[in-house]
């Protein structure tokens, strides 16, 4: 089945700086690749996705890459604000409609320290 | 737009007792939804799959038997853990999606059995 890593595990930047999480999978078959932030006690909320027919994505500050041929995508967040706090969590998904099977990685907890 | 709600938010109960979680796709209706187990600190581990009218799908390792999930209309799936002991405390987190992918999660429910 997919496996899917997600560097770092922390990480703590100054307010206004860039954060990067870099995550890999393994299964070539993967096709749809979400980030979610999660905020303590809430359910993950979807902040943007990509798919494998797109190299990159961009909505305002946050910014998606995607390299099929190395199997990793990144997540790059510029300016960052302490609302920008959270756990975000890579993920990969093969499949359509009801047949998707998603599976996430371990999580990055971002400090944005004011 | 794509909103889910769960309810309840948070519920306690004593070992032995079943409880339901209800989970609702507010403003789409949702082809597929999915149930997930998060632990504290950890990542999200999928526990089924549910199409509407159709027997839920589930993960290797969980038990049918003891998580029940109902998917009865488009809007609108239940997830009832029966004879709770306290292993099953946890937080559940309902997911929803209308084909392509993409899953949209509701905030999830705190389960405490005491």
């Known amino acids: 089945g997919e496996n899917v890593e997600q560097h770092p595990s922390t990480l703590s930047v100054q307010e206004g700086d860039s954060a990067v999480i870099k995550c890999t999978y393994s299964d070539s078959a993967s096709n749809y690749f979400p980030w979610y932030k999660q905020e303590l006690g809430k359910g993950p909320q979807l902040i943007i996705d990509i798919r494998s027919n797109v190299g990159e994505k961009k909505d305002q500050r946050i910014a998606v890459t995607l390299n099929k041929t190395a199997k990793h995508f990144s997540l790059h967040i510029t300016e960052t604000q302490p609302e920008d706090s959270a756990v975000y969590f890579c993920a990969a998904s093969q499949g359509s409609g009801g047949y998707q099977k998603v599976t996430f990685g371990t999580g990055t907890k971002l400090q944005v320290i004011p | ?114």
């Not at chain 2, 987190?93 to 999830?108: E, R, V």
Request: charged letters at 15%; aromatic letters at 10%.
């Open chain 2, 1 to 114: 737009g794509a909103v889910v709600s769960q309810h309840p938010s948070w519920v306690i109960c004593k070992s032995g007792t079943s409880v339901k979680i209800e989970c609702r796709s507010l403003d789409f209706q949702a082809t597929t939804m999915f149930w997930y187990r998060q632990f504290p600190k950890q990542s999200l581990m999928l526990m089924a799959t549910s199409n509407e009218g159709s027997k839920a799908t589930y993960e290797q390792g969980v038990e049918k038997d003891k998580f029940l999930i109902n998917h009865a209309s488009l809007t609108l799936s239940t997830l009832t853990v029966t004879s709770a002991h306290p292993e099953d405390s946890s937080f559940y987190i309902c997911s929803a999606s209308q084909g392509a992918n993409t899953q949209y999660f509701g905030p999830g429910t705190r389960l405490t059995v005491l």
